[in-house]
């Protein structure tokens, strides 16, 4: 078994996140995850709130507050909607801790001193109005390369090159319509170039792995064709300082806000370590395992629009700080550190067919969804439905629908009338007498399911997974109506034998669905006797700054180690049953309607 790193999407904290952000890296990594604990392996998941950046202080300024109260607002929102929606961190943290800030500066040292920063003069993009940065992706225009409209200041998503804000063909804030002003800045920037061999080295193995989903892997090695430096420091007042001499006492020069967010991955697996007793426990998801030894894997859960920071720019950070690139370099504090072994994006998710925007009022906040609907009916929708490898669209005719015809008349369904009947006929699990063939068929299918959806969940292909695991419940049924337990009358040993198989069917089923609906899945077994936490759900604990003195904020953690193992596990006969409450809330289809009224559509 592996160490296994679930590094997950840092959302950011200017405002709420809606079911679009979630959809992308919450619910997938968190499938993911719980999968890998039931099958044995080591998982560290980590994330947290990304803080930084010129979208903050705009955001603050608009609600007449300071940066760190909107951030720390926000980061308490966020925190209650992923928990909300069960996701399973070991640490779910923010950047602007003292921890943070820390290891964003070593690994920005170790880059330096390998000889991978370059100090170059930009045109930066300043807002007439405020006078502030604009950062790369607030200012769009046309592409001059492909001549698209609707490209960004850091790339363009129809061709995929990367681009500077200056290049673009009359280009405009996003914030205000206005043209932005070009004037001449001193930046540090990345030298790409320096790690373009050693990145598409990197590249071509995973391709030839065959593992990542290719779309990703298309996008991911065609940026590395008009490759070129990239400035790693902007001006802007809110961010972390440059650690170096010149930089670090200037107060307009910070870390540009990608170059710190995805450092989060390491610093947050740090604080964890150190929140644990054991300082260095980081370490062995981190730094290459003793020859002999398996190797830890890592796995990086985001957006299709966050592809080229986590295939080529945090990979470049890496490989520069490890002294992987064209120049050589030394080893530095935290050693050899180790490359995504896969960049897990996911496509856009959009909303009765139009794009989310929350100034446009076309949004879905968690909040609400969690308010209104159960978690894991939005769970299972965002893993049947969700734009795992291509655009997909959230319509509430199909939420309902999904939610009506596949988890309560399905799954739901299945549960109920198995519990009703040992309920009804025995009033615990009845001991089976001799199986038909159609009992140890029925039995083989749902064992056998257990290697086909494991496999599919550790791949990341979802939709194949749980519509696997929902064939598997369709045969059940099938069973089910086949054998009439509900007819069988005057032979008590054949019903018990048909109910015991049913129980141990649904046992079966649940364990294969509770990666996808752990609320559910705990609420199931404790129909079927037993105690309810299969799938132990994250807590949110209020901490305090390791490093900063009187500050403290809200963390999600949990402890996993309860968790369920992937495989049978056999229903005990004579465990007592009563008759259950349905598991899923059948919705009302006129709520379409009024969902729909409360969108303006």
């Known amino acids: 078994m592996s160490k296994v790193l679930s590094a997950v999407a840092w959302p950011y904290a200017n405002g709420p996140r809606h079911i679009g952000h979630v959809a992308g890296f919450g619910v997938p990594s968190d499938v993911f995850s719980r999968y890998m604990r039931m099958a044995g392996h080591d998982v560290l998941m980590i994330s947290g709130s990304d803080e930084h950046g010129t979208p903050i202080l705009i955001a603050a300024d608009e609600a007449g507050v300071t940066p760190q109260q909107l951030a720390d607002e926000n980061h308490r929102l966020i925190v209650e909607d992923l928990v909300g929606l069960g ?21 920005f040292r170790g880059v330096y001193e390998n000889g ?32 698209e409209p609707g490209a960004r200041g850091d790339q363009c998503d129809a061709c995929g ?67 070129r430096p990239r400035a790693m420091t902007r001006d802007i007042d809110w961010g972390i300082a440059v650690p170096l001499d010149g930089w670090r006492d200037n107060p307009t020069k910070k870390l540009y806000v990608w170059f710190d967010a995805v450092i989060g991955y390491l610093s947050s ?85 139009k794009k989310f925007s929350s100034s446009k009022k076309v949004v879905i906040y968690v909040a609400d969804m969690l308010e209104r609907y159960q978690p894991d009916a939005f769970r299972y929708f965002v ?22 015809s596949e988890l309560v008349a399905g799954w739901g369904n299945l549960v109920s009338r198995t519990a009703t009947l040992v309920a009804k006929n025995f009033g615990e699990i009845p001991a089976p007498a001799a199986l038909a063939s159609a009992d140890e068929a029925i039995l083989a299918s749902t064992l056998t399911a257990f290697d086909t959806v494991g496999d599919l969940i550790g791949r990341n292909r979802m939709r194949n997974a749980i519509n696997e695991a929902m064939r598997t419940v369709a045969e059940v049924n099938k069973y089910v109506t086949d054998s009439e337990p509900w007819k069988i009358k005057e032979d008590p040993e054949r019903l018990g034998t048909v109910l015991f198989v049913m129980a141990q069917c649904v046992q079966d089923l649940n364990t294969l669905l509770s990666p ?31 490093d900063l003195e009187g500050r403290s904020y809200p963390v999600i ?45």
């Not at 929140?275 to 062995?284: K, N, V």
């Not at 369920?564 to 059948?586: A, L, M, N, Q, Y």
């Open 116 to 147: 991978y920063f370059l100090e170059q003069t930009m045109y930066g993009a300043i807002s007439p109005s405020t006078g502030r940065t604009l950062p790369d992706r607030y200012i769009e225009g046309t592409c001059p390369i492909c001549k």
């Open 383 to 404: 893993a049947a439905a969700g734009p795992e490898s291509q655009d997909s669209d959230f319509s509430w005719s199909e939420f309902v629908q999904r939610t009506n």
């Open 161 to 227: 090159n990367q681009l500077d804000p200056h290049d673009l063909i009359d280009p405009v804030s996003r914030i205000n319509g206005e043209t932005p002003e070009f004037v001449e800045t001193q930046h540090l920037f990345l030298d790409l170039p320096a790690l373009a061999d050693a990145l598409g080295e990197w590249l071509d193995e995973r391709d030839a792995s065959g593992t990542w989903r290719p779309n990703v892997i298309k996008f991911s090695k065609n940026i590395l064709s008009e490759i």
């Open 516 to 546: 996808f609906l752990p609320f559910t899945a705990n609420q199931i077994d404790e129909i079927l006797g037993g105690t309810g936490d299969i799938q132990p759900l994250p807590q949110i604990e209020k901490v305090d700054d390791l």
């Open 87 to 107: 996701i399973a961190y070991d640490l779910y943290t923010r950047t602007t801790t003292g921890n943070h800030h820390a290891v964003a500066q070593e690994l």
């Open 269 to 353: 697996s740090i604080e964890w370590a150190r929140r644990s007793g054991d300082p260095d426990a980081w370490r062995q998801w981190w730094n290459p395992a003793a020859e002999g030894d398996a190797q830890p894997l890592s796995y990086y859960f985001m957006g299709k629009d966050n592809i080229t920071f986590h295939s080529q720019i945090w990979p470049a950070e890496l490989l520069a700080y490890n002294g992987q690139g064209a120049k050589g370099g030394a080893a530095h504090t935290y050693g050899q550190l180790n490359l995504p072994t896969e960049v897990v994006s996911s496509e856009y998710l959009t909303m009765e067919g």
């Open 557 to 601: 953690t949990g402890d996993y180690t309860g968790i369920r193992s992937w495989g049978r596990h056999d229903v005990t006969v004579g465990t007592p049953i009563e008759k259950p409450t349905p598991v899923f809330t059948k919705l009302d289809p006129a709520l379409v309607d009024e969902e729909l009224a409360r969108l303006g559509l």
